[in-house]
């Protein structure tokens, strides 16, 4: 829609407004009455497109959110043609996809009738003041007061007025359609973030990797905590481990060491400096992430390995793929790390998704490395090699690890049992084994 207003509406609007400017000045240098006479319906013509816009606008508006929400619907339903075609629900989504399609014609239909009645409307008023120029400079001509063939040039140049003039109405539809569509993307760009750096904030540096959580609790709407009163302290080197059911608040605790988030009360302590009181640039450049959903671009796995890294050999991206035990598979594929991975690397599977991206987070050598559910999607064997990269890892920088399979974490300095939005039990392995709490049922189980 804004590139119809720019590179179509735009250029049209100067060039006929420079074209009836020219027309008046020449028509009345010809005859000043006649002229005048002329533009008897251009007040009408520029009340009704002000009328126009005012009450069809808000149609056009109406036209561009219906129209995002048939494109996403059609999105969602490419991309889970697998799954729409498991469950046999070709005929429901068929519906679904007919009801919104038919909903889009009907504020289609709504918006291009009110054009339907603008717009003859503008042809009529422009009309009359051909036939006001006709009665008119035919009965001045009658009379001697002007020529005959001043009374030709004028209507010469009210084709050249008119229409330039209906151009002119017809483009309040196209700038319409493009406010409409300009309105929703400037919604969203002009949103501003719920995480800004503080008036003060200064760079971090390159930490060392201690974190402390001092009283920290989170609530994503009010009413409903998902942390309450968190409270414990990493040293540089050490990995920690969250366990616990699901929904308990693991992932939101990384999520605000990562500032995705700022804690309801409490503070978060990089190095003894409370995280809000650093830029977020500087802060997020030291920490590295592997989430349970991999995101991979559309680029070669060289690429999605380098992604991050500043200035990334291929020697370097080589050993952060032996770290991560992606090799092996890399070099099976058709052109090895040259291999295109595909939209969100839909040519790899779960496990060497979750592969390519730590090794990503390897090659980035960052002193604090976050792994939320880094296993998840992988067989037994492949969790053994991950499971040796992040031993090797050990040691080198702070790791934090979420995981359900618990032979992940066992090797961790310290494992955190969050239970009902606050931390049940924490201690090693066999300390945890040792007691009859609730990490050693989970174990048993």
């Known amino acids: 829609m804004l590139e119809v207003l720019i590179a179509h509406s735009l250029p049209d609007l100067i060039g006929n407004l420079v074209m009836i400017l020219g027309v008046i000045i020449m028509i009345f240098s010809i005859n000043p009455l006649l002229a005048a006479l002329t533009m008897i319906p251009v007040p009408f013509v520029l009340i009704s497109g002000m009328i126009f816009s005012k009450k069809v606008a808000p149609l056009f508006k109406i036209n561009q959110e219906v129209l995002g929400e048939l494109g996403g619907s059609t999105q969602d339903y490419l991309s889970g043609m697998k799954e729409i075609q498991a469950f046999c629900a070709e005929d429901s989504q068929r519906e679904r996809m007919k009801k919104m399609c038919k909903e889009y014609s009907y504020v289609n239909i709504r918006a ?218 890399i070099l099976g594929t058709e052109n090895g790390y040259d291999t295109i991975v595909g939209e969100r690397g839909m040519k790899l599977s779960g496990g060497q998704k979750q592969r390519i991206a730590i090794a990503r987070a390897v090659l980035r050598d960052t002193p604090i490395l976050i792994l939320d559910e880094a296993t998840s999607a992988v067989d037994t064997e492949t969790e053994a090699d991950i499971r040796e990269a992040i031993d090797a890892l050990a040691g080198t920088r702070t790791i934090f690890v979420i995981a359900h399979r618990l032979s992940t974490v066992k090797k961790a300095d310290k494992i955190l049992v969050f239970e009902n939005s606050v931390i049940a039990e924490s201690g090693t392995h066999h300390e945890l084994m040792n007691t009859d709490g609730i990490y050693s049922k989970m174990a048993n189980i």
């Open 112 to 329: 291009n009738f009110a054009n339907g009645i603008f717009h003859p409307s503008v042809e009529f008023l422009t009309s009359m003041g051909t036939v006001i120029v006709v009665g008119a400079g035919g009965a001045l001509a009658l009379r001697g007061m002007l020529d005959v063939s001043d009374v030709v040039g004028f209507f010469m140049y009210l084709g050249l007025f008119y229409s330039p003039l209906t151009v002119l109405t017809r483009l309040f539809e196209d700038v319409n359609s493009a406010f409409a569509g300009a309105s929703r993307v400037f919604d969203i760009l002009d949103t501003d973030s719920d995480i800004k750096d503080a008036d003060n904030a200064s760079s971090m540096g390159k930490a060392k990797g201690s974190v402390e959580f001092e009283n920290v609790s989170f609530s994503y709407k009010e009413g409903t905590t998902v942390l309450s009163d968190i409270s414990f302290k990493v040293n540089p080197g050490e990995m920690y481990a969250f366990v616990g059911p699901t929904g308990v608040g693991k992932t939101t605790v990384v999520s605000l060491i990562e500032r995705f988030y700022d804690p309801t009360t409490g503070r978060i302590f990089i190095d003894g400096k409370d995280i809000r009181d650093v830029t977020v640039k500087s802060l997020r450049e030291n920490i590295s992430l592997v989430l349970q959903d991999v995101f991979l671009f559309n680029g070669t796995i060289a690429e999605n390995i380098a992604f991050g890294a500043k200035n990334a050999s291929r020697d370097e991206i080589e050993k952060a793929a032996r770290i991560a035990r992606a090799e092996e598979f």
